[in-house]
């Protein structure tokens, strides 16, 4: 089969290698890929430009294209695929709305009693800063739209949470994602990132991981992308995996079914195990990146089985397996990440098992940095212990100027384990 992979980052390297290894896959293009991404054949479509994509699915005679951004999902891109007679990986628009506005993710939890935050949605700035006024604090201010990630503030004070929503309501710091806010409480707990995949109707959850949000060692600094992860998560144990299942997983997904938005593909469950349970921080329509570099290396199953099996709805003849070991990713960044920073520095890397580049571009025979996050160094092992050992050795070894990254990914884990 002539695979299709929709997307450039570190989280697409990923998907790219993993397909690779199905004895289904021959020809896989990625659009527009990155420098690093030698697996694939890149080609220069963006993946916000939908109508240059179907064109080249139809004239490449594509025979699965994988969706994996959540730009293009929430913009349709499945539904064009589909409607062009190309199947696809990913929801459609109508289910990509899960990620495309916190809004309708938060009324769809209330609606059907799946544990959240509580919460308030505002499009008007007044109103909002008067709420502000009777809370306690901290509280969380999110852009209600799509903003790489970044759209998420905890506010220590009232001062933080005005000037959270003055950000995004007035500078609109995140462009039209922040026309509306979700004011939420503030939860504490371990987080939990699991990913699962489900054609509408069963739901096969990965292996869980932890991400490491924040850009400084000890949590500290801005919220990023991802720093790196680990997987699997010591806090999420078998009883409350059974408890996600029961109380958030499968009502998620038969809540949109409901709602006449049928999810097909990977559902992104963002947890907090607080006090009294788990509950839902956010959902990603897709891959989360970096869990994907921590998630996917840990797969035994054919991932191409997978996602078809999501397209076709023969998710419950599946059998999805995971090794039983630990993985480490660690972010190299480019320094100044994720505001501003120097890029066009030449990367050395001497080796490609467990690499998986992001903002890097290609010049003659030199990957040159050229984003914030430029790759992620990824170790398997028996352990968690050696698996972050190993990453960190690995990371040793690939240098470029402006290079950085967190040196305590797993620590808290690590800690978890100990208890």
């Known amino acids: ?20 290894k199905s004895p289904r896959v021959n020809k896989i293009y990625a659009l527009p890929g990155n420098g690093g991404m030698r697996e694939a054949i890149t080609v220069d479509i963006g993946a916000k430009d939908l109508n240059k994509i179907v064109e080249f699915a139809l004239s490449h005679k594509i025979d699965y294209a994988v969706v994996t951004p959540d730009d293009p999902l929430v ?16 929801p459609d628009k109508k289910a990509a709305i899960i990620e495309g506005s916190k809004a309708f993710a938060k009324e769809l939890m209330n609606k059907y009693g799946i544990p959240t935050a509580k919460y308030r949605v505002f499009s008007d700035r007044n109103k909002a800063v008067s709420y502000l006024k009777e809370q306690t604090y901290p509280v ?14 905890i506010a220590a004070t009232e001062k933080e949470a005005v000037a959270a929503v003055d950000s995004m ?15 939420e409480e503030f939860l504490s707990g371990p987080e939990v990132s699991v990913l699962a995949f489900t054609d509408g109707k069963t739901v096969k959850p990965m292996v869980s991981s932890m991400d490491h949000k924040r850009a400084k060692d000890g949590d500290k600094g801005l919220n990023t992308g991802g720093m790196g992860t680990i997987a699997p998560n010591p806090y999420y144990t078998e009883e409350i995996a059974k408890r996600c299942m029961n109380s958030i997983f499968l009502p998620t997904v038969r809540a949109m079914e409901k709602e006449g938005r049928t999810f097909k593909g990977c559902l992104y469950f963002g947890l907090m195990l607080t006090k009294d349970g788990p509950k839902v921080i956010e959902y990603n329509c897709r891959f989360g990146d970096p869990e994907t570099q921590v998630v996917l290396p840990l797969m035994e199953t054919d991932l191409l089985d997978a996602m078809i099996a999501t397209t076709n709805g023969t998710l419950d003849k599946t059998e999805i397996r995971f090794k039983q070991q630990a ?35 290609k010049d003659g025979d030199k990957l040159l940095t050229s984003g914030g996050r430029v790759l992620g160094v990824t170790a398997t092992a028996e352990t968690l212990e050696k698996a972050i050992k190993s990453a960190y050795e690995k990371v040793e070894k690939v240098s470029f100027k402006n290079a950085y990254y967190r040196k305590d990914i797993g620590k808290k884990a690590l800690r978890a384990k100990e208890k």
């Open 75 to 90: 913009l349709g891109l499945v539904d064009s695929l589909t409607e062009a007679g190309i199947p696809c990986f990913g």
């Open 169 to 183: 309501m007035q500078d609109r710091v995140f462009g039209d994602s922040g026309k509306s806010v979700v004011i």
């Open 140 to 153: 969380v201010v999110k852009a209600d739209g799509l903003a790489l990630g970044k759209g998420v503030i």
């Open 327 to 361: 993985a480490c990713c660690v972010i190299m960044a480019s320094d100044g990440y994720p505001l501003s920073y120097e890029k066009g520095f030449e990367i050395n890397c001497p080796f490609s098992d467990g690499v998986y580049f992001a903002g890097v571009k």
């Open 1 to 20: 089969m002539d695979i299709m992979v929709i997307g450039g980052g570190g989280r697409e390297h990923a998907v790219v290698k993993a397909l690779k």
